[in-house]
């Protein structure tokens, strides 16, 4: 009987898709040693309006992956946010002080150009290594080669970071369960021409019952509105220039805002049922896609591609088994689940406020949610800072992460004593900057990733629990 077999792997890990996930996923992997082929059947960069806020956890993994300086210059700190109500006036929101630095050692958010953020990832893949091919599509898939139409590639893993409509989650028969939210919305980019236009500093939520509306001041001179389509409009006849122009009539005339770019897009809801299949994985909007209002889709994804980008180089180099890399699905389909949820609630809030009033802040949708985290996989214990990123203080101007190294760190105090494996660095720190969490005889086992993985008084167990997961700290 004749044997297919799949052939030896021409690099260790195939990204479909160089969008920003697949590019994360690529320059990460490549940084922790692994040899990367990224693959994209476009040539230039996404042009249209897309992702514009960037969380201080994302920012870090920017800093992490070497590309700080060249986000800083395609980004600009986010002075708050509000939701209004028909009137203008703030129904609720928050303003953030100027110089504040979020848990992450970074400004709560950051407003960026996505097309600048993807030309900069694109340099770094190179930099870095990878081999970028662009003007490549991916057609087909048999267990861990694609084909493409200029040939086949094996990877020992391949990742199928390719968007939305992902050619490899529909090849690996992968189902979308929709959390139920499907809106269709007009996104319109802008350059700021008089700067003397009164335009609010703050991102806003227009809840109008007429018509609801986003503002988001960008960086440097662009201001992004995006406007929720009413039941039969379509989307040729609101995505014209002059129906652009009308819409923005109330804030500034054409001599006042350049319109940039324009877009319509079908906000969903909606989680894959697996991120995994053998060794063939999905990450970003390939896995999961949400509406815009809390700026998480490529945020979300980006977590999925640190995650998975360090589980493949510790099983590579030797440090994990295989079991490590079930821990991707396991730690990410939730966290991903609770965060496309919150975003869906966010747009029924807005449309409660804008059709109740303020009395739809009691509607529930949203209230009293707190940011997911990692419920299970490669952590341990029970203390309640377990899951959630390890801090970093910013002392004297710089943060505490390049202390920590690229790979695991045991985080205690000077005077504790303990005996720690090759695999794990010890870093010493001060308490006074990690309150309820690093104190005398304590460890902080932080992972590649920046999670906590542990805060323990019996190291060893720890140790032993996360073998469990596949990890061998030798
Ligand atoms: C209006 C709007 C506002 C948003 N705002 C925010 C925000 O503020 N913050 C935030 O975090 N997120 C935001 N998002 C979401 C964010 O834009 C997406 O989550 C993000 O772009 C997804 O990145 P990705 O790399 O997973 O997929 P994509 O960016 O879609 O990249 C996929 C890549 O795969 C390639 N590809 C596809 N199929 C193939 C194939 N068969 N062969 C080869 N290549 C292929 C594509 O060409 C593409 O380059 C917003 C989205 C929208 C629409």
Redesign the pocket.
């Given at each position: 009987m004749p044997t297919t077999s799949t052939p030896d792997p021409d690099v260790d890990l195939v990204v479909?898709?160089?969008?920003?996930?697949?590019?994360?996923a690529a320059i990460r992997a490549a940084q922790q040693g692994l040899s990367v082929v990224a693959?994209?059947?476009?040539t230039e960069?996404?042009p249209l309006?897309?992702?514009?806020?960037?969380?201080d956890e994302?920012q870090r993994l920017f800093a992490t992956a070497g590309m700080l300086d060249g986000l800083r210059s395609c980004s600009t700190p986010m002075p708050g946010a509000e939701f209004q109500d028909r009137d203008g006036r703030r129904v609720v929101g928050y303003d953030l002080t100027p110089g504040l630095v979020g848990p992450n050692g970074h400004p709560p958010v950051v407003?960026f150009d996505?097309p600048s953020l993807?030309r900069l990832m694109q340099t770094q893949a190179l930099a870095v290594g990878v081999v970028l091919r662009l003007g490549?599509?991916?057609?087909g898939l048999t267990g861990t080669t694609v084909q493409?139409n200029k040939g086949d590639i094996t990877g020992r893993w391949i990742l199928g970071?390719?968007?939305?409509?992902?050619?490899?989650r529909k090849l690996l028969d992968i189902a979308l369960e929709d959390q139920g939210f499907d809106e269709s919305?007009v996104?319109t980019d802008t350059t700021l021409l008089d700067p003397q236009l009164p335009l609010p500093r703050n991102c806003i939520q227009h809840c109008d019952p007429a018509r609801v509306i986003t503002f988001?001041p960008g960086h440097g001179t662009r201001r992004r509105w995006?406007f929720q389509l009413l039941p039969g409009e379509t989307d040729d006849e609101m995505s014209t220039r002059e129906r652009i122009t009308e819409l923005l009539a109330p804030w500034g005339t054409a001599a006042e805002l350049q319109i940039d770019r324009v877009?319509v897009?079908r906000?969903h809801a909606t989680v894959a049922e697996r991120f995994r299949v053998g060794d063939v994985f999905i990450?970003?909007?390939?896995?999961h896609?949400?509406p815009?209002f809390?700026?998480?889709?490529?945020?979300?994804?980006?977590r999925d591609a640190d995650n998975l980008a360090w589980k493949l180089a510790a099983v590579a180099a030797g440090q994990a088994d295989t079991r490590l890399l079930d821990t991707y699905d396991v730690e990410r389909r939730p966290h991903a689940r609770g965060q496309v949820e919150h975003a869906a609630d966010a747009g029924r809030l807005i449309n409660a406020i804008a059709h109740g009033g303020e009395a739809a802040l009691e509607s529930g949708y949203g209230g009293g949610r707190s940011f997911p985290h990692l419920e299970a996989g490669c952590v341990t214990g029970d203390h309640p800072r377990v899951g959630y990123p390890f801090p970093q203080p910013v002392v004297d101007g710089t943060g505490f992460d390049h202390t920590l190294g690229d790979g695991w760190a045991s985080v205690t105090t000077a005077e504790s004593r303990t005996d720690l494996p090759a695999g794990l660095r010890r870093v010493d720190a001060d308490p006074a900057q990690f309150p309820g969490l690093v104190e005398s005889g304590v460890t902080v086992l932080v992972r590649p990733d920046r999670y906590v993985a542990a805060v323990t008084n019996h190291t060893t167990d720890a140790l032993h629990a996360l073998g469990a997961a596949g990890m061998h700290f030798g």
């Open positions: 479909v898709g160089c969008g920003p996930v697949g590019l994360m693959i994209d059947r476009l960069v996404y309006p897309r992702a514009i806020g960037m969380d994302i407003a996505q993807e490549v599509e991916v057609v493409t970071a390719d968007g939305a409509s992902s050619v490899v919305w996104v988001v995006e877009a897009y906000f990450a970003g909007d390939a896995a896609q949400m815009p809390n700026g998480q889709g490529m945020c979300a994804g980006m």
